[in-house]
């Protein structure tokens, strides 16, 4: 297939490797040029804008940011879409967000799929992720050639908005669990106990989990480098927060864990991992140490 890519951060740079060499023909554009050398040298083409990005592709796809970011991309791409075309977003962006765009793509013959992703970079790296996708579900053959190269898990959550609602959900109950690990691992320091021991007695139990192994680990090995930074959790929270209010959806557990990422950014420690909310339980919301 012609495929565009825009957004060549930890995740959207395996991203478009992976589909180069799964043999498709790869448009590229991005606003630092340099970030895309590494896929002009396996044979990816540079477009001079995101428009003749669109126009030489079937499908486009972009990892970016923020809701802002994307809704400035489908403006820039809506001048070189043919009819047909497809806009593929695996970023992280409000519904509401999601929706504006598809309105603003119809009159154009042009659809657009919000298909956030799960597995962080180590996933996107692998070609595991777990991808949750909103949007027509008769476009799935065309997307399927995509989605098999990048993920392991891929699910039609519902229409145009409702991967995003997915995204929100695993944001929801991954970030309480780390949260809850870190509760933890504060709890064991506070009673004399090595949380190292705790953990590994924990994974054998009902409490094993994803989270407590990667995210406990790096609490057990006081290693708070980013694996995933917190700022990038924070900002799905903004997300979720704001849709929750939105609809009057009561959160009680995910607004505790809202205000606990506020107090991490407050710290300053917004490009730690997210693991670092163990920080927060240690040091109040004071300056970072």
């Known amino acids: 297939m012609n495929l565009g890519f825009i957004g060549f951060g930890a995740m959207g740079h395996p991203m478009a490797e992976h589909l180069l060499n799964a043999g498709h023909k790869l448009f590229v554009w991005s606003r630092r040029p340099a970030s895309a050398n590494f896929l002009l040298a396996q044979g990816a083409s540079w477009c001079d804008s995101p428009a003749a990005v669109a126009g030489a592709s079937e499908i486009v796809c972009t990892n970016v940011t923020g809701s802002a970011d994307v809704e400035a991309l489908a403006g820039d791409l809506a001048g070189g879409f043919a009819p047909g075309g497809i806009h593929l977003d695996f970023s992280t962006i409000a519904p509401s967000a999601a929706r504006r765009i598809a309105a603003s793509y119809a009159p154009l013959g042009v659809d657009f799929v919000d298909a956030p992703v799960s597995g962080g970079s180590a996933g996107a790296r692998a070609a595991t992720l777990a991808i949750m996708w909103g949007g027509k579900l008769t476009l799935a053959p065309r997307l399927q050639p995509v989605f098999e190269t990048l993920g392991k898990t891929v699910v039609h959550v519902g229409e145009t908005g409702a991967g995003q609602v997915a995204k929100a959900c695993n944001q929801m109950v991954m970030v309480a669990a780390i949260e809850a690990a870190a509760e933890a691992a504060r709890l064991a320091a506070a009673s004399g106990i090595d949380f190292a021991r705790v953990r590994t007695a924990m994974l054998g139990g009902s409490a094993g989990s994803r989270v407590l192994e990667v995210f406990g680990e790096r609490m057990a090995a006081r290693n708070f480098a980013a694996g ?15 849709e929750a209010t939105r609809i009057g959806a009561p959160l009680p557990v995910s607004a505790t864990v809202w205000q606990q990422l506020n107090a991490l950014m407050a710290q300053g420690r917004g490009r730690q991992d997210t693991s670092a909310l163990l920080r ?6 004071g300056p970072a140490r």
């Open 228 to 242: 995933v930074e917190a700022r990038l959790h924070h900002k799905d929270y903004a997300l979720l927060m704001d």
């Open 280 to 285: 927060v339980l240690e040091t109040g919301a």
